[in-house]
């Protein structure tokens, strides 16, 4: 069972850019969270979602950042007209029910440098 | 508003011996979780131990171990027999029982010194 996949990795967009970050939870799992690490920080929540709907979306910034997870493919954060302070990693997590009751796992996350 | 503090930018102990990560949180919940989480250079977060506030008994996994203070809102993690694979970033983390994000702390960089 492959762990949550990230990809990219690094991902180099330039100001006014858009940003497609994406995530594959493991096999199972219908609870996808996005996560955004700036330097020196901590993870900060973003969004939370579950096949096709939105669950929480408090931690997402109210322009250019949207996520979807459809009810076939990876989940997507997308991030529109990218500057330079959305330079971060992502992270996205998945977990088979509710993370209080189960176990979060983590992906590698995305590097996103905007220049 | 839930926040978690980790006072202790960075640390470092020797090979084989032991150290204790801090780790204070702020919430007015009474139900809640705890964690530690380890994030290695590979940038991977792995989680490392768990504790629900209402058990008293410290948890344990391996060489590793807490220390669980809910009135002073205190969770230190142990690290016994220190290896150089310990070597990374420890966030400490909180979630609410009816929440469904975690609250981390800025982080504390561990090094493991041959």
């Known amino acids: 069972n492959a762990g949550v996949m990230q990809n990219p990795r690094h991902l180099v967009r330039r100001r006014g850019q858009e940003a497609r970050l994406r995530c594959s939870p493991m096999k199972g799992h219908s609870h996808v969270y996005w996560y955004r690490q700036l330097p020196e920080e901590g993870l900060k929540f973003m969004v939370y979602?579950?096949?096709?709907?939105?669950?929480?979306e408090s931690g997402m910034p109210k322009e250019r950042f949207s996520a979807e997870f459809p009810k076939e493919g990876p989940s997507i954060l997308r991030i529109q007209q990218v500057v330079r302070g959305d330079s971060a990693a992502y992270f996205c997590a998945s977990s088979p029910g509710r993370v209080v009751n189960t176990e979060a796992f983590f992906g590698q996350g995305t590097r996103l440098t905007v220049v | 508003a839930q926040t978690v503090t980790q006072s202790q930018p960075e640390m470092s102990v020797q090979e084989a011996e032991t150290v204790t990560l801090s780790c204070t949180y702020d919430t007015s919940e009474n139900n809640y979780y705890l964690f530690w989480y380890k994030q290695p250079p590979s940038r991977q977060m792995i989680l490392v131990i768990r504790q629900e506030a209402y058990k008293q008994q410290n948890a344990t996994e391996n060489r590793f171990s807490v220390n669980f203070q809910k009135a002073a809102k205190s969770f230190s993690l142990k690290i016994s027999d220190s290896q150089l694979g310990d070597t990374a970033m420890y966030f400490c983390a909180f979630i609410r029982y009816t929440g469904n994000q975690f609250y981390f702390g800025t982080g504390t960089s561990l090094t493991v010194i041959p």
């Open positions: 979602l579950q096949k096709e709907n939105i669950i929480d």
